[in-house]
């Protein structure tokens, strides 16, 4: 279990530049409820790190020391603190940081430190010129990362990066339609974007969506962004014909889409056309029906 | 609440999860073990709340529990993962949490984590984990969560908090961890908690119901894998939004029992996969709101028993899972 196979690196304990610090090794106390047992080089370093954090050392032997600890144990949120402190205290390159940030990422995409610290970094820089193709490389990694989603909209909105956003939505899209992530950030864009969001958008945003909805009916985000598009441009689903028209043309090749029946049972209710919206519920109860019970409370609720 | 021993792959395997949890100290020369040592402070909230839902609390010496979670609270007030750990807002609820379990308050110096936690206050109403900074509805909802526990909600200012939770909504009605971030069924859940007044019910309801597949599992983001701790987080959600026969019962309780590792005790994510004390933990507390017998009656706002939840103050908001029995 030694995480030390591949890299050489002696103990801290054995480096002669370390040798002026006294290491402070693991206190659980007298009775230990879960004694914590390390492997050696992460409680050698752990101990050198406890010794730093209690003379509050600033140097550039401390960024070495805090990359070892970060990369045994990447959640370790206060040696990344200590880090980005130390980084700040000495002016550090800060081009450096972000390479350092990349190479942590690619191993750990999922931790949120290395996000947050990337955004501190970068906010320090005020240079996010290459945040985008950094996010892009790590959605090529896991399309649906939720820290990458995040970052990915600090940025844009911060520096104003929207130009290629729709690209790679679509780009992302062409890839996975079934894509929730790329879809939420679709309408992000549409309402937080520089461009005002006008009817003529929402028709626009609607064709797309129908056209995604062709590639896979029963994909639940397009008709999910229907639903929002509809509501951003303050209008209602019965007063969109578009929505109608691609409903209906499931009807039309004889194919059951539980997503186009509940668009129109959303439709019928503002219509307040109670005789469908009965029909509907019954539909999709047969045709849904691990849900048969909200559809059947759709059903009393419209009486 | 529906039988469902008929339909059950194999019974809840109580006495196995019991060892399972009393094994885990054990296991201190795995990787995931020491690489967890931040999250030490959760893992035993996780492994208390299970034993203390399936009556079977005494396993853990209460003692040693108490000293332990003393030993992780930090001169600012709040509670680190482990010793000599940095205070995070997480770590300092799971402590709060343990010693309410334990009916040890009397220990806790609660007017110290009162001021950690108006320590973490932002100016919109949000929170920040840590002195570092991260900022997430998760941790609104465990400033509320706290502040209730401790009977001091008048500690922060909540309707200000309710705007920034009402700014996390989206378009398809669940909640994301920042304004504009994807919907998240384990988001969802922490800010109704928060927020209850501000919801659209059915609207949400029926986004939390989408997260069931066809085996019964549920998902936390559409078209993601189903995984047994999403039976705790859209459950706990539909429970307090009284939405939870939205749902088939009978099939989320095959699938929570069919993730449980019949060899060694404990639940997966799924079936077949490793189990883990964090999917034991909301496995057994989704089984207990799906009323299955034999179990602790869990509180939905708080992931701990209804005995122990019983004894707050009563909130001013109509908590309708809650309250029905």
């Not at chain 1, 990344?80 to 700040?88: A, N």
């Not at chain 2, 950690?116 to 920040?128: E, N, T, V």
């Not at chain 2, 799924?270 to 189990?275: I, N």
């Amino acid at each position: 279990m030694s995480s030390n196979g591949d890299n050489e690196e002696p103990l801290y304990g054995e480096r002669p530049e370390w040798a002026d610090v006294k290491p402070v090794p693991q206190d659980d106390g007298p009775n230990p409820l879960v004694p914590i047992a390390y492997p050696a080089d992460y409680a050698d370093a752990m101990s050198y790190f406890r010794a730093i954090l209690a003379t509050s050392e600033r140097s550039e032997r401390v960024l070495e020391l805090t990359a070892t600890v970060i990369g045994l144990n990447p959640g370790h949120y206060t040696a990344w603190k200590y880090r980005q402190d130390t980084v700040l205290a000495l002016s550090s390159n800060l081009h450096a940081e972000l390479e350092f940030v990349e190479n942590m990422a690619e191993e750990n995409p999922k931790c949120y430190q290395i996000w947050h610290y990337r955004q501190a970094i970068v906010d320090r820089l005020g240079d996010a010129s290459r945040e985008v193709s950094f996010v892009n490389r790590m959605l090529a990694i896991d399309s649906k990362n939720y820290h990458a989603w995040g970052y990915r909209q600090w940025v844009v909105k911060k520096y104003g990066l929207w130009d290629g956003e729709l690209r790679d939505v679509d780009r992302l899209l062409e890839a996975d339609v079934r894509n929730n992530s790329v879809w939420n950030q679709r309408f992000w864009v549409m309402e937080n974007g520089p461009e005002a969001f006008s009817a003529q958008k929402m028709d626009e945003e609607i064709a797309y969506a129908a056209q995604r909805i062709a590639q896979a009916p029963r994909n639940e985000s397009p008709w999910t962004y229907i639903r929002g598009i509809v509501r951003l441009a303050g209008k209602t689903l019965a007063k969109v014909p578009a929505i109608n028209d691609l409903c209906t043309s499931f009807e039309a090749q004889d194919m059951i889409v539980p997503h186009a029946l509940a668009m129109q049972l959303d439709m019928a209710c503002e219509r307040k056309d109670v005789s469908t919206t009965k029909t509907i519920c019954d539909q999709l109860a047969e045709h849904d029906p691990i849900r048969a019970k909200y559809w059947a409370y759709r059903a009393t609720a419209a009486a | 609440m529906s039988s469902t021993s008929a339909t059950s792959p194999q019974p809840f395997l109580l006495d196995l999860h019991v060892q399972f949890i009393l094994g885990l100290d054990k296991k201190q020369d795995e990787f995931e073990y020491w690489a967890s040592e931040q999250l030490r402070l959760n893992g035993v909230l996780w492994a208390l709340t299970s034993l203390d839902l399936m009556n079977r609390k005494a396993e853990l010496k209460r003692q040693d529990v108490i000293e332990f979670v003393l030993s992780c609270q930090n001169e600012d007030g709040g509670f680190g993962g482990s010793v000599e750990h940095d205070s995070h807002i997480a770590y300092t609820l799971s402590a709060v949490q343990i010693m309410m379990t334990l009916d040890a308050m009397d220990r806790l110096d609660a007017s110290r984590v009162i001021t950690y936690i108006q320590s973490r206050a932002l100016a919109d109403g949000s929170f920040s984990g840590d002195e570092w900074g991260e900022v997430d509805t998760r941790f609104c909802y465990i400033t509320i969560n706290c502040l209730s526990l401790l009977g001091r909600l008048d500690a922060i200012d909540v309707p200000k908090t309710v705007q920034y939770i009402d700014a996390c909504r989206n378009f398809d009605g669940g909640f994301g961890c920042r304004p504009g971030a994807e919907s998240h069924a384990g988001q969802t859940a922490l800010a109704i908690v928060g927020a209850l007044e501000l919801v659209e019910a059915d609207k949400l309801g029926w986004w939390l119901a989408e997260r069931q597949l066809k085996n019964g599992g549920l998902n936390g983001r559409p078209e993601k894998l189903e995984d047994v701790c999403y039976s705790w987080w859209v459950m706990s959600a539909l429970s307090i939004l009284d939405r939870v026969h939205w749902i088939n019962k009978d099939s989320l309780i095959k699938f929570i029992l069919e993730s449980q590792d019949p060899e060694t005790g404990g639940i997966a994510d799924r079936p077949g996969d490793y189990p883990d004390v964090f999917h034991l933990v909301f496995g057994v507390a989704g089984l207990s709101l799906l009323g299955y017998p034999g179990l602790q009656p869990v509180d939905p706002r708080y992931c701990m028993s209804r005995y122990i939840t019983d004894k707050l103050p009563k909130f001013n908001v109509d908590w309708k899972g809650v309250n029905k029995e």
